[in-house]
Nanobody, 127 residues
Framework: QLQLVESGGGLVQPGGSLRLSCAASGFTLGAYAIGWFRQAPGKGREGISCISSISRSLNYADYADSVKGRFTITKDNAKNTVYLQMNSLKPEDAAVYYC?????????????????WGQGTQVTVSS
């Protein structure tokens, strides 16, 4: 059974950092793209980052403009886990963060429809 479990959320002050984890089970990351999405109260879901395989040793990563330069997505195939390092957090980054997966490889990982979703982890940015 394919499963995604997010962790690492919490309360952080503006300017602080958090690292979210997305642990995958039931499948291996190599054949799947992983996306990070977030949803704040009263707002729609926003795709903020994604990572997919270009080749056995090369990944493609993309970011929304709202997080570019502050967030970094990485993948550890040995641990079957994708990470989202979030630095210089702002109050507007507060949301529930979800990771999702789709069986696809190549670039343009923001363009795909993600089929499998985790339960989400809350990120609160407040002083």
């Amino acid at each position: 059974q394919l499963q995604l479990v997010e962790s690492g959320g919490g309360l952080v002050q503006p300017g602080g950092s958090l690292r979210l984890s997305c642990a995958a089970s039931g499948f291996t990351l190599g054949a799947y793209a992983i996306g990070w999405f977030r949803q704040a109260p009263g707002k729609g879901r926003e795709g903020i980052s994604c990572i997919s395989s270009i080749s056995r040793s090369l990944n493609y990563a993309d970011y929304a403009d709202s997080v570019k330069g502050r967030f970094t997505i990485t993948k550890d195939n040995a641990k079957n886990t994708v990470y989202l390092q979030m630095n210089s957090l702002k109050p507007e980054d507060a949301a529930v963060y979800y990771c999702a997966a789709v069986r696809a490889s190549g670039s343009n990982c923001f363009m795909w429809e993600y089929h499998y979703w985790g339960q989400g982890t809350q990120v609160t940015v407040s002083s």
